[in-house]
Protein backbone atom coordinates (compact mmCIF):
# COMPACT_ATOMS: atom_id res chain seq x y z
CA UNK A 1 0.00 0.00 0.00
CA UNK A 2 2.71 2.23 0.84
CA UNK A 3 4.58 1.64 -2.22
CA UNK A 4 1.53 2.61 -4.30
CA UNK A 5 1.07 5.95 -2.05
CA UNK A 6 4.57 6.74 -2.89
CA UNK A 7 4.40 6.16 -6.26
CA UNK A 8 1.24 8.18 -6.81
CA UNK A 9 2.38 11.24 -4.89
CA UNK A 10 5.80 11.12 -7.10
CA UNK A 11 3.73 11.44 -10.08
CA UNK A 12 1.37 14.04 -9.00
CA UNK A 13 4.06 16.04 -7.78
CA UNK A 14 5.22 16.19 -11.41
CA UNK A 15 1.97 18.51 -12.18
CA UNK A 16 2.80 21.00 -8.97
CA UNK A 17 6.08 22.41 -11.53
CA UNK A 18 5.38 26.08 -12.53
CA UNK A 19 7.40 27.37 -15.70
CA UNK A 20 8.30 30.79 -14.57
CA UNK A 21 9.78 32.98 -16.97
CA UNK A 22 11.64 36.33 -16.52
CA UNK A 23 9.68 39.30 -16.87
CA UNK A 24 9.61 40.87 -20.08
CA UNK A 25 9.48 44.62 -20.32
CA UNK A 26 7.46 46.56 -22.71
CA UNK A 27 9.14 48.99 -25.17
CA UNK A 28 6.22 50.04 -26.93
CA UNK A 29 2.95 51.29 -25.58
CA UNK A 30 0.20 53.49 -25.12
CA UNK A 31 0.73 54.06 -21.83
CA UNK A 32 4.32 54.33 -21.60
CA UNK A 33 5.15 58.22 -20.37
CA UNK A 34 1.48 58.69 -19.34
CA UNK A 35 0.03 58.67 -15.81
CA UNK A 36 -0.93 55.71 -14.18
CA UNK A 37 -4.76 56.99 -13.78
CA UNK A 38 -5.07 56.54 -17.96
CA UNK A 39 -3.92 52.52 -17.98
CA UNK A 40 -6.27 52.26 -14.53
CA UNK A 41 -9.72 53.93 -16.15
CA UNK A 42 -9.14 52.13 -19.46
CA UNK A 43 -8.14 48.29 -18.09
CA UNK A 44 -9.10 48.46 -14.05
CA UNK A 45 -7.29 49.34 -11.21
CA UNK A 46 -3.84 47.65 -9.87
CA UNK A 47 -4.61 45.46 -6.64
CA UNK A 48 -1.31 46.31 -4.94
CA UNK A 49 1.46 48.50 -4.92
CA UNK A 50 4.77 48.30 -3.45
CA UNK A 51 6.51 51.65 -2.60
CA UNK A 52 10.54 52.01 -4.58
CA UNK A 53 13.41 53.80 -2.69
CA UNK A 54 13.66 56.31 -5.45
CA UNK A 55 9.80 57.69 -4.07
CA UNK A 56 7.93 55.79 -7.14
CA UNK A 57 5.67 52.69 -7.04
CA UNK A 58 5.03 49.23 -8.78
CA UNK A 59 1.93 48.70 -9.09
CA UNK A 60 0.76 45.25 -9.68
CA UNK A 61 -2.12 44.44 -12.07
CA UNK A 62 -3.99 41.54 -13.51
CA UNK A 63 -6.77 41.29 -15.85
CA UNK A 64 -8.70 38.65 -13.76
CA UNK A 65 -8.49 41.22 -10.82
CA UNK A 66 -12.62 41.65 -11.29
CA UNK A 67 -15.33 39.33 -10.22
CA UNK A 68 -13.57 36.27 -8.98
CA UNK A 69 -16.67 33.71 -9.05
CA UNK A 70 -17.11 34.81 -12.52
CA UNK A 71 -13.62 34.43 -13.70
CA UNK A 72 -13.49 30.97 -12.18
CA UNK A 73 -16.51 29.97 -14.69
CA UNK A 74 -15.17 31.39 -17.69
CA UNK A 75 -11.73 29.58 -18.79
CA UNK A 76 -11.34 32.62 -21.33
CA UNK A 77 -9.70 34.06 -18.37
CA UNK A 78 -7.33 31.83 -18.17
CA UNK A 79 -4.03 32.78 -17.73
CA UNK A 80 -4.69 36.01 -16.46
CA UNK A 81 -2.58 38.53 -17.82
CA UNK A 82 -0.35 39.80 -15.09
CA UNK A 83 1.94 43.04 -15.60
CA UNK A 84 4.06 45.39 -13.03
CA UNK A 85 4.02 49.00 -13.90
CA UNK A 86 6.91 51.15 -12.48
CA UNK A 87 5.50 54.90 -11.61
CA UNK A 88 8.20 57.70 -11.04
CA UNK A 89 7.19 60.36 -8.02
CA UNK A 90 4.40 62.11 -10.28
CA UNK A 91 2.83 58.90 -11.04
CA UNK A 92 3.82 58.62 -14.71
CA UNK A 93 4.65 55.11 -15.95
CA UNK A 94 8.10 54.67 -16.98
CA UNK A 95 8.78 51.08 -17.52
CA UNK A 96 6.24 47.50 -17.72
CA UNK A 97 6.86 44.42 -17.40
CA UNK A 98 4.90 41.44 -18.41
CA UNK A 99 5.21 39.27 -15.75
CA UNK A 100 2.60 36.62 -17.12
CA UNK A 101 1.62 36.60 -20.33
CA UNK A 102 -1.17 35.76 -22.42
CA UNK A 103 -3.20 36.81 -25.65
CA UNK A 104 -4.96 39.83 -23.00
CA UNK A 105 -1.77 41.30 -22.70
CA UNK A 106 -1.57 42.76 -26.27
CA UNK A 107 -5.28 44.52 -26.10
CA UNK A 108 -4.11 46.07 -23.02
CA UNK A 109 -0.79 47.19 -23.76
CA UNK A 110 -2.14 48.16 -27.28
Not at 74 to 103: F, G
Request: glycine share 6%; net charge positive; aromatic share 12%.
Amino acid sequence: MKKYFLIGAILLSGCAVTNFITPQVVTKSLYLNKPLSRFEMDNGFCYAREKTSYGGYINHWKSSGGNMFADALNWDSYPPCRLDLKTNKQNIVTQIKIIEDDIKCAYVLR
